[in-house]
């Protein structure tokens, strides 16, 4: 924990790398400013990141959570804060309050079939999960993951897949929108479930995306067996405080920050068929 | 209730001095702009003596009364809530220096604050923040401060408001627990004097340094008497049970009919003394060395408050009325274990629209019938 006097209160680090990842999207190493005690964190929880005069936003941890030398976070720059965050250069000051929220929890899938499905920058706070079973690998049965984005040039993290596939990991692709290089699948992620190879009785799914995304990945795992409390799918709201006072990321009974971002399938499934709840 | 006393309305300044003598602030009711709100009282003349409030759905107009009662209105726009939870707060300040920024929590003030005439409801407002703020697994560390120097002076309510519906919510009128004196006011038996309780060891001392009397059997049946007009001849209520199940009725199309009256104004919102919903909001100086975090009170009323990067997720208005009415009444239960509802009616009174939360809950649960039936029974 790097929790300061409160909760409300960030813990300057210094931002150490800073590269491009595809379009609009950068990932950002960041160490601890001198005496700030280790920093640990569960694959799927996220920190709310302070640029200096620029804003705070909630952003979930894209690192290894097993390598905790440094702390990496995948942003995609689409609002003020988040453009502000992707500007930062190595040696500049950022706050941080985390990690915050509910995790991946790998020990579910122990023994079992592993589906891991990304939509976009979905796969940012899967990264963690993934290299967790990547260390621990002999704990799961297969490990498979389903990869879906907009087109081949915002495959998030595609210098990375060759390795992931000699670590054990089985990865379908799929794009939107193909070029003239692109030779894979074209159309939804979710049509790629269904020749995943997997034991649907026996495996445990990761799904995080758009929300129509998971809905409709959700909805095909259940499709073909997997059960719904064997689906954890992370979810988003406007986040302001992170520990459930701001009041902004509720859906029905739960705040988003500290009940979520990650849920069994099985908790969300009837809140996310309400419109506009 | 530890003890009781009679204190006569002759001595009453004697409690003002005791609290100021002791180091206290004392905020109490007073008349400000045509309503009775909430602020810094010097003496016993700061208060509203011989006024009262007359509330109904948008309406609330003071009305001179026919005797001189201090505690004679019942609750206005304002509930305590601004002094513990300030709608604007610093929650900290930062600087660049040359290695980088540092970041400096405000400092929490540790203000005694006494809350003199503080009714059944506004101190059930305070429990249920407290549960809010202090209960969870964070804390509200400037609320925390603000609260651990608390005194409250509480009034049982002589009359039923227009708008009020406490005693179906369970809080209210008489103040059971959460005080440290307890007052009610008896307006001719024979004279005008005040039947006291204590509730906690600063009750206690603080009756120490005032006139009092010892009160007889006859004053003690006399307030109990007067509470039980209050919770008896409240018009308005609710059924609970049938309110926490508003979770289940999202799709009702009484949401649609809502939708039609209400301006998202975000008054109820604002008058509620349980709300806590907060957005923050930096400043910064121009030359990007200084900085302040601001907290303000925010409104599920508003479509930033559910702002995400792919756009609002409430943009209807019956999206967001029906978002702060099952918190409210519903989910609130689920995330805190109680009903985040006092019954004190501000946001009746307060709607511009005349929307009352009583009778659309009545409409969206069917409950209407089982709470006429109800009070048909008493």
Redo the contacts between chains.
Sequence with gaps: MTL?????????F?VTRIWREIPQTYSLEIMP?QNAGAFSFYPGQFNMLYV?????IPISISGNPVNRNTIIHTI?S??YT?RAMTLLRPG??I?VRGPFGTFWPANEAEGKDVLIVAGGIGLAPLRPLIYQMITERDRFHSVTLLIGARAPDELLYSGEFDIWRKSGLAIDITVDKANEQWHGSVGVVTKLVGRAGIDPANTVAYVCG?EIMIRFTAAECMKYGVAADQIFISL???M??G??????C?L??Y?IC?DGPVFRYAQAQNLLK???? | MRNSFILNRADFNALFTALHTRGYTIIGPAINNGAIVYEELQSVDDLPAGWTDQQDAGTYTLKKRQDNALFGYNVGPQSFKQFLFPPKQRVWTARRTTDGAVIEPEPAETTKLALLGARACDIAAIATQDVVFLKGAYTERIYQTKRSELCVIAVNCGQAGGACFCASTGSGPEVIQGYDLCLTELLDAPQHQFYITTGTDLGEQLLADLPMHPAAARHAKLAAEIVAHTADSMQRSINPAAAANLSNLAEHPQWEDIALRCLTCSNCTMVCPTCFCVSFEDHTDLAGAQTERIRLWDSCFTTSHSHTAGGSVRVSGKSRYRQWLTHKFASWQDQFGVSGCVGCGRCITWCPAKIDVTAEIAAITGSAAENAAQSEAK
């Excluded at chain 1, 300061?4 to 300057?12: A, E, F, I, R």
């Excluded at chain 1, 200096?52 to 705070?56: A, D, K, P, Q, R």
């Excluded at chain 1, 520990?243 to 902004?248: P, Y």
């Design positions: 300061g006097l409160d909760s409300m209160t960030p813990v300057m210094e400013q200096f005069g620029s804003g705070e995609r689409v609002g988040s500049e000051p706050g758009p988003e709201r406007s302001e405080c520990v459930g006072l701001c009041g902004h509720q029905g009974p705040f500290k309400i419109r506009e709840l």
